[in-house]
Every structure is written in structure tokens, then in C-alpha cells.
T-cell receptor, first 117, second 113 residues
């Protein structure tokens, strides 16, 4: 399968624990996005990488959230000291930049569903 | 800051009726994308509009980009039960040399057979 893969698909954790999600984008894609989606809402932007550089992080995110893309390939999203409000689907998407000023199609993974008890 | 509004949030139609969802931005966009998310699934890309006033068609789906590049619409003719899902616009801003993609709240379409 050459699509975007995310792991784990489901995570149940207790409040206060740390969790980490992994995203493997499509191999030739240099752009990687993390979004969070709750029921009835659209994907909410969390952060964006171009190659290994994290170019933007949403102001909505607290310092408990951190993301990395160390070699410009896979990415990890870590949530420290989880809270019940962190329960959501965490979506990763990748795209490639071909034309200046034109956003490439975002290819989404299946998502990692987090439940914080 | 950049905001995107999408209306309506919900739409129930009889099979065979038409459906339209609208997306409006407070600022001029670089381009706009539309996605469909089936229940339990992830967003899937439908189309990208780049030029002012652009109109694109995909079978029963018609996408329009406003002249001022601040609004867009998706129109489905003669809906079918396979059209069920949530339709999102994703507005794309040129932000300091990279493309930030912000999703609308979505329009959830129910088609009654």
C-alpha cells in the first residue's frame, strides 16, 4: 500500500498519560500536515512540515503537543499529560508541491482515534 | 485572522433533488479545494479550483470559484444515495511562502431514498 499510513489506529489512555502517533506519508511527498477532528467538525489544523522543517504550529495547541519530522519522511505527534478534551481523531495528510502558489491535493491517512478516560 | 464559513451545516434531500453547499472566506484565497468524507472515513480530495471565476464539472458535481476568489460552491445535480457524506471546502492561503490549508466545518448531506 503506497498511501498515507497512521499508527496506532486506536488509542485508549488514562488522563495524564503521554501518547505518540506516527504518520508515514506517501514517499515522494514533501509536505505533511497534522489535523484534529472531533464529531461534527471539520479537520482542525495543528501543524505543517515542509520536508523536515516545521513551518507552522497552530496557536490553538498548548505546549503539551509536539510534532517532529526528523528526516523529512515519517512524522510523530506527541501529546503529553493527556486531558479528556484531547479525545479526537488525529489525521495526517501529505502532499507534494509542484507549482508555486498552488496547493497540492492532500492525501489523508485513516487517522488515529484517541480516547482519554 | 483567516476565517472560512461553510453553509449549510446539514442538508436532507430526497433522492433526485439537487444540493448546494457554499464556502466563504474573509480574505482572498490562493486556491480552494473540496473534499468528501463518508461516515467513518477520512476526507478524500474531489477538486481544486485556482483561477478566478473557474467552473469545473465532475459528472453530476459542479464546482465554482468566485470572481474575487473569496467564495466557492459545490452543486450536486439529482442526488443519489451514494452522495451521502460530509463535504468540506478547504481554503488555501499563501502564508509566508507556504500553503496553509484550513477546512470549513463541512456540510453533512443526507439523501432520503
Amino acid at each position: 500500500d503506497t498511501g498515507v499510513s497512521q499508527d496506532p489506529r486506536h488509542k485508549i489512555t488514562k488522563r495524564g498519560q503521554n501518547v505518540t502517533f506516527r504518520c508515514d506519508p506517501i514517499s515522494e511527498h514533501n509536505r505533511l500536515y497534522w489535523y484534529r477532528q472531533t464529531l461534527g467538525q471539520g479537520p482542525e489544523f495543528l501543524t505543517y512540515f515542509q520536508n523536515e522543517a516545521q513551518l507552522e504550529k497552530s496557536r490553538l495547541l498548548s505546549d503539551r503537543f509536539s510534532a517532529e519530522r526528523p528526516k523529512g519522511s515519517f512524522s510523530t505527534l506527541e501529546i503529553q499529560r493527556t486531558e479528556q478534551g484531547d479525545s479526537a481523531m488525529y489525521l495526517c495528510a501529505s502532499s507534494s508541491s509542484r507549482l508555486a502558489g498552488v496547493t497540492g491535493e492532500l492525501f489523508f491517512g485513516e487517522g488515529s482515534r484517541l480516547t482519554v478516560l | 485572522g483567516q476565517q472560512v464559513m461553510q453553509i449549510p451545516q446539514y442538508q436532507h434531500v430526497q433522492e433526485g433533488e439537487d444540493f448546494t453547499t457554499y464556502c466563504n472566506s474573509s480574505t482572498t484565497l490562493s486556491n480552494i479545494q473540496w473534499y468528501k468524507q463518508r461516515p467513518g472515513g477520512h476526507p478524500v480530495f474531489l477538486i481544486q479550483l485556482v483561477k478566478s471565476g473557474e467552473v469545473k464539472k465532475q459528472k453530476r458535481l459542479t464546482f465554482q470559484f468566485g470572481e474575487a476568489k473569496k467564495n466557492s460552491s459545490l452543486h450536486i445535480t439529482a442526488t443519489q444515495t451514494t452522495d451521502v457524506g460530509t463535504y468540506f471546502c478547504a481554503v488555501c492561503f499563501d502564508s509566508g511562502g507556504y500553503q496553509k490549508v484550513t477546512f470549513g466545518i463541512g456540510t453533512k448531506l443526507q439523501v432520503i431514498p
